[in-house]
């Protein structure tokens, strides 16, 4: 309890910049958490990806497309729609950059929002820093002797500094976990989209032949 309310005593400390930082943090939090909930529904992993490819490797097509039939994710559905194509004898190639293209910016939405974070919060600490020690160095207008109200001043305006770079740490790891995650699974697509499309050119081959 005594830990609360010393805390609370802090953030008060801090100024007015603390309050505008608590929002940047409630903000990053509910976009860290919105953005894992799209990720689980829509990212089909990278065992999918693996057993995908192990099957298209082997020339088991329809095993493989039962695979992503049956599998939820933005990948799976691109890759059972890319099949789809070619057994009708269409190549998948325009419509495999078109639906990647789409599905890659809704799961980069919103991690715009956590760069800028990165960048402002720490100056809005430095912010608050500056305007409380001009409010603690404008004791020299008023008294004389004041040293220890002065460094005082100066050790709570240091809390607005020391939680924007905190708002700024949280939003960068949660900004850097996503940012890999959508890393993989553009390989995950070049991979798999890659072999789809030359299941499609074997077949023109065949025909052609």
Known sequence: MNFIVQ????????GFVMY???LCSLFVISIGIERALYFTKADSGRKFTEKFYHLMANG???????????????????????????YKGINPVNFFEIQSGISLAKFRSRLYYLSVIVTMAPLLGLLGTISGMISSFSVF??????????????????????????VA???????AYFTQRIDNIVTDMEQTFSLVESVDSRGDTNASS
């Open 7 to 14: 805390g609370l005593e802090y953030f008060h400390k801090g």
């Open 169 to 175: 740490i949280v939003s960068l790891a949660i900004h």
């Open 60 to 86: 088991k097509l329809d095993e493989a497309k039962a695979l992503a039939a049956q599998t939820k994710g933005d990948l799976a559905l691109l890759l059972q729609a890319g099949m789809d194509k070619v």
């Open 141 to 166: 207008n008023l008294q004389e002797g004041q040293a220890s109200t002065i460094t005082g001043g100066v050790g709570e305006a240091l809390i607005a500094t020391a939680m924007g770079l905190c």
């Open 20 to 22: 505008i930082l608590l």
